[in-house]
């Protein structure tokens, strides 16, 4: 079975510090791996994606984060936060085999000024 | 530049009362889904269509059903409401129901059953 860890559930960071959110997964297969982000009141919007080819992928708002395939990890990053970077992230894998995303819990994030 | 379409965006029912919650997309796209959204368990799929005529079951469809009324339209029906369904519900689409596509969210319903 597929499952994604998001192991904090908050991160705190200051304004134009890098901001790091954690993600581990566990699939039979290769992973399709993704990032969303939710503002308050709002739906998920897609970041960014990792398919295959390059470990590092660049995707929407400065977001970047990198597949480590012996750790299992994907990690979302941005260099410098933003306060408008405040928001829930999750973190999702699919195995290639089904159509079932799996999502992990969420992190909220707050950058404060 | 729609998107992704919900309605209600907030219900309140009592325990045993029915209702449907629509959702519309205009990318013509032909997968679509609806997911449930519970603090600290992230989104859990109920169901999905991934294409018009067709649907199945997700890891949590006990207590709903849908409907893929035309390419555009998948609606999730509640037939007798339980305090355990009240969540944020989120309908979503995407071009196909391929490995790598990403999805489009709508903004959510609000659902509280008392």
């Known amino acids: 079975a597929q499952s994604v860890a998001q192991p904090e559930d908050q991160v705190n960071v200051a304004e134009g510090n890098p901001l790091t959110v954690k993600c581990t997964y566990s699939?039979?297969?290769?992973?399709?791996l993704f990032w969303y982000v939710q503002y308050p009141n709002r739906g998920l919007q897609f970041l960014l994606k990792y398919i295959t080819g390059d470990n590092l992928v660049k995707g929407s708002y400065g977001f970047e984060a990198e597949f480590n395939k012996s750790q299992t990890s994907f990690h979302l990053k941005k260099p410098s936060a933003l306060v408008s970077d405040s928001a829930l992230y999750f973190c999702?894998?699919?195995?290639?085999?089904?159509?079932?995303?799996?999502f992990g819990a969420g992190t909220t994030v707050t950058v404060r000024a | 530049n729609a998107g992704v379409t919900q309605t209600p965006k907030f219900q309140v029912l009592k325990t045993g009362q029915s209702m449907t919650l629509q959702c519309a997309q205009d990318?013509?796209?032909?997968?679509m889904y609806w997911y449930r959204q519970d603090p600290g368990m992230g989104l859990r799929l109920i169901y999905y269509s991934a294409s018009e005529g067709t649907t199945d079951k997700g890891e949590v469809p006990n207590g709903y059903n849908v409907s893929r009324l035309n390419k555009r339209e998948f609606s999730l029906r509640l037939e007798s409401a339980a305090p355990s369904q009240t969540s944020v519900y989120f309908c979503?689409?995407?071009?196909?129901?391929?490995?790598?596509?990403?999805?489009?969210f709508g903004s959510g319903t609000q659902l509280s059953v008392l």
């Open positions: 999702a894998v699919r195995d290639g085999r089904g159509y079932k995303l799996s």
């Open positions: 699939v039979s297969g290769n992973p399709y």
């Open positions: 979503a689409s995407s071009e196909a129901e391929g490995f790598g596509e990403k999805l489009f």
């Open positions: 990318m013509n796209h032909n997968s």
